[in-house]
T-cell receptor
Framework: AQSVTQLDSHVSVSEGTPVLLRCNYSSSYSPSLFWYVQHPNKGLQLLLKYTSAATLVKGINGFEAEFKKSETSFHLTKPSAHMSDAAEYFCVVSDRNFNKFYFGSGTKLNVKP | EPEVTQTPSHQVTQMGQEVILRCVPISNHLYFYWYRQILGQKVEFLVSFYNNEISEKSEIFDDQFSVERPDGSNFTLKIRSTKLEDSAMYFC???????????????FGPGTRLTVL
């Protein structure tokens, strides 16, 4: 079965400093991986996805993630945090047929002025 | 830009009552999903639906739950007899073509907050 583990439940950074949100996955085949963001009282918005193309994936709002098969990781990064990035971030893996998507437990990002 | 819509935004019901949560997926999408998020917990997959039948369901999706696409546009989740523990945010999602090399991004609706008293 597929699963994802988000290693940090909370991350706090200062505005203008880099962001790193960690995600490790488990999959019996080459996975498709996604990062979603959820702002307070809002729905889920796709930030970026990896579907077996380029291992470095660029998303919206300056976020990117690198798929590392050897480390079974798909960490989300951003060079410089903005106050508007404060939200909860979910790493997601799909099953082979995209019938079922498995969410990580989420990482709440706090951005300090 | 096309979007997934959900109604109502907030539903309050008494324990034991039936509720129907409604979703209008993006019009050319073929695959539909329901998820729930209990307050403070992670998003959990409930069910996926394609070609008028369930493709996959989780252990949460027991006989109290059902889904249907009654008219080609709406996609509904029915809970027959609600329990206190059904209180959660319910998200609908849809996607178009699935599979390698195909479009597989899920678009999520804003959610329906269900409160069971």
């Amino acid at each position: 079965a597929q699963s994802v583990t988000q290693l940090d439940s909370h991350v706090s950074v200062s505005e203008g400093t880099p962001v790193l949100l960690r995600c490790n996955y488990s999959s019996s085949y080459s996975p498709s991986l996604f990062w979603y963001v959820q702002h307070p009282n809002k729905g889920l918005q796709l930030l970026l996805k990896y579907t077996s193309a380029a291992t470095l994936v660029k998303g919206i709002n300056g976020f990117e993630a690198e798929f590392k098969k050897s480390e079974t990781s798909f960490h989300l990064t951003k060079p410089s945090a903005h106050m508007s990035d404060a939200a909860e971030y979910f790493c997601v893996v799909s099953d082979r047929n995209f019938n079922k998507f498995y969410f990580g437990s989420g990482t709440k990002l706090n951005v300090k002025p | 830009e096309p979007e997934v819509t959900q109604t109502p935004s907030h539903q309050v019901t008494q324990m034991g009552q039936e509720v129907i949560l409604r979703c209008v997926p993006i019009s050319n999408h073929l695959y539909f999903y329901w998820y729930r998020q209990i307050l403070g917990q992670k998003v959990e997959f409930l069910v996926s639906f394609y070609n008028n039948e369930i493709s996959e369901k989780s252990e949460i999706f027991d006989d109290q739950f059902s889904v249907e696409r009654p008219d080609g546009s709406n996609f509904t989740l029915k809970i027959r007899s609600t329990k206190l523990e059904d209180s959660a945010m319910y998200f609908c999602a849809s996607t178009g073509q699935l599979g390698l090399g195909s479009y597989n991004e899920q678009f999520f609706g804003p959610g329906t907050r269900l409160t069971v008293l």
